[in-house]
């Protein structure tokens, strides 16, 4: 037996154990959904921390800091920034205003069946293209460390997995699962980090000397076809240490801005992190989980340059990726943290790292699992289709039937996308969360006027805006050359020309919430936003 397999057996035999623990504690729709709000600040924190140290964070953004150096690292600088937002604005009215789901907060004072059967949709949407990353980092892992099991057989694996957690353990497996990984993570990329700098003697300073010495070239418009710039002009060089290397010609600033914005603001609208200040005591403990999360991740995303660039100075960019049949390397930067501990702790750490970013997967999968299935089974199933009548174990049983049917979904469609890099897939989770979720959250807390046609209308255009706008995008569309080894969806040119929707999706979804409230008037939700105010800063009421 292998050392990874091993590995991989010894994690999933803990996690296992776990779920059969918390199965015993999970019967009521509280202890499904919110792990019966027994979870503790400093356990939250650790398990948002988990749940946000995604496969995106420790394989895709250590390959994009491994292929294209300085923008790769901006993805970094923009999933730490956004927790203030989340720390600031969220944390506590929603633990104070909710109870299970984020469609509580707005069903607060917006009491239309629709305002419920919206923002289930757009949790729906959100978790599918986040959890869709996770898969492909599961394939492109286990089949990499384990070739007798092929990429689909292993998303597939994950996918049972995680259902396992789910439907027999709720959201208390799924929490202590995150702590584990969290932990298992952080350990591991201290490691990483250190043996990293041990091969440049412990200097920073000398790490990024070697990397300044890696070039990569780039155009004025458009991006390299076949080693050539499309308007037939000499590429430009640019070392590690610049900008521009992947966000590089005319619209290149604009879509590193686009980023920007989808990961300061969509943090505060996702799913399976909202659904986690559900699951303490109260709303300073909600708070006291965000800072522990932050110090957490703060740390995390730091060392992730020395991931990134360790690879790129160690291994090299062009070692990054899998072995194909003419003796080459067929690219895949979802493989640069892995590929850079066996280059400084040989097999068995590339075996240990690749355990914890396979516990990475199954536990922000879990975590994203439930917040769906809990979208649908409390929003749609229980307060819409039953109009809050049915017993608590026909709404639990409906929960474990969607978490089903929504896992065996995100496993055909990861299989379908398996070519895209994850960090770049959660980039686009993130701009739908902030056009459709965030505007409908915000205003709903802070804002008196605000009411159901504006929340409808809004989150509706942030959703199909931002999802246009990623099918018309060069994510999904262009021309390859024959010779490439990632193909997109769409062999067209693209009509959008940024990758991220996120500086034209969010405006629209703000502002078609605030024109939907402007132009309808609904005096009942404007007398009960003074009760909605009150119980998001004192707690009063809170269930």
Request: charge should be neutral; glycine fraction near 10%.
């Amino acid at each position: 037996m292998s050392t990874s397999l091993l590995m991989f057996l010894v994690f999933i035999v803990v996690t296992l154990g776990i779920t059969f623990w918390a199965s015993k504690r999970t019967g009521t729709t509280a202890e499904f959904y919110s792990a019966g709000r027994s979870i503790t600040g400093f356990q939250n924190g650790w398990a948002v921390a988990g749940d946000y140290m995604s496969a995106a964070s420790f394989l895709g953004i250590a390959g994009l800091i491994a292929f294209y150096g300085y923008d790769g690292f901006m993805y970094s600088v923009g999933f730490l920034v956004a927790y203030l937002t989340v720390l600031l604005l969220v944390a506590e009215p929603l633990r104070n205003t909710g109870r299970f789901t984020m469609a509580d907060v707005l069903a607060f004072r917006l009491h239309s069946p629709v305002v419920r059967m919206v923002a289930a949709l757009s949790t729906l949407t959100v978790t599918l293209f986040y959890m869709i990353a996770q898969m492909v980092g599961a394939g492109s892992l286990v089949s990499l460390l384990i070739p007798q099991i092929g990429f689909n057989t292993a998303i597939v694996s994950v996918g049972i997995l995680m259902l396992v957690y789910v439907i027999f353990g709720g959201m208390l497996a799924t929490t202590w699962v995150q702590i584990v990984k969290a932990v298992l993570l952080m350990g591991g990329t201290v490691l990483l980090s250190l043996l990293v700098l041990a091969r440049f003697d412990f200097s920073v300073l000398a790490l990024f000397e070697a990397v300044s010495q890696i070039t990569g070239s780039v155009c004025r418009t458009g991006a390299l076809v076949a080693g050539a710039c499309p308007d037939g002009s000499t590429p430009i060089v640019r070392d590690f240490t610049e900008p521009g290397l992947y966000y590089a010609g005319t619209w290149g600033p604009l879509s590193l801005l686009s980023l920007g914005i989808a990961l300061i603001f969509g943090t505060a609208g996702l799913p399976h992190i909202l659904v986690r200040f559900y699951t303490v005591p109260s709303a300073q403990a909600a708070r006291t989980s965000v800072v522990w999360a932050m110090i957490l991740i703060g740390a995390f995303y730091v060392m992730t340059t020395f991931l990134g660039f360790g690879a790129a100075a160690l291994v090299g960019k062009a070692n990054i990726g899998v072995p194909n049949a003419d003796g080459g390397v067929t690219p895949n930067q979802n493989l640069a943290a892995p590929l850079l501990a066996q280059e400084v702790g040989g097999e068995v750490f590339l075996s240990f790292v690749a355990a914890i970013a396979f516990a990475t997967i199954l536990a922000v999968v879990a975590g994203l699992t439930i917040a769906a299935s809990s979208a649908f089974a409390h929003d749609i199933w229980f307060n819409v289709v039953k109009k809050g009548k049915e017993d608590e174990s026909q709404q639990v049983m409906v929960a474990r039937i969607a978490a089903a049917v929504i896992g065996g979904l995100s496993i055909a469609l990861a299989i379908a996308l398996r070519s895209l890099n994850v960090a770049f897939l959660v980039g686009l989770a993130f701009a739908v969360a902030a056009s459709a979720n965030v505007p409908a959250i915000l205003l709903t807390l802070y804002w008196r006027r605000f009411n159901t046609s504006g929340m409808i209308v809004g989150m509706i255009v942030g959703l199909l805006s931002s999802i246009v706008l990623i099918v018309l995008s060069p994510a999904v569309m262009g021309i390859d050359p024959p010779t490439a080894a990632v193909r997109r969806l769409i062999q067209a040119p693209a009509i959008f020309p940024l990758d991220n929707p996120a500086i034209v999706s969010v405006p629209l979804g703000f502002l078609a919430a605030v024109l939907g409230t402007l132009l309808s008037r609904d005096a009942a939700t404007e007398q009960e936003y003074s009760e909605l105010n009150v119980r998001a800063n004192t707690g009063l009421g809170a269930v």
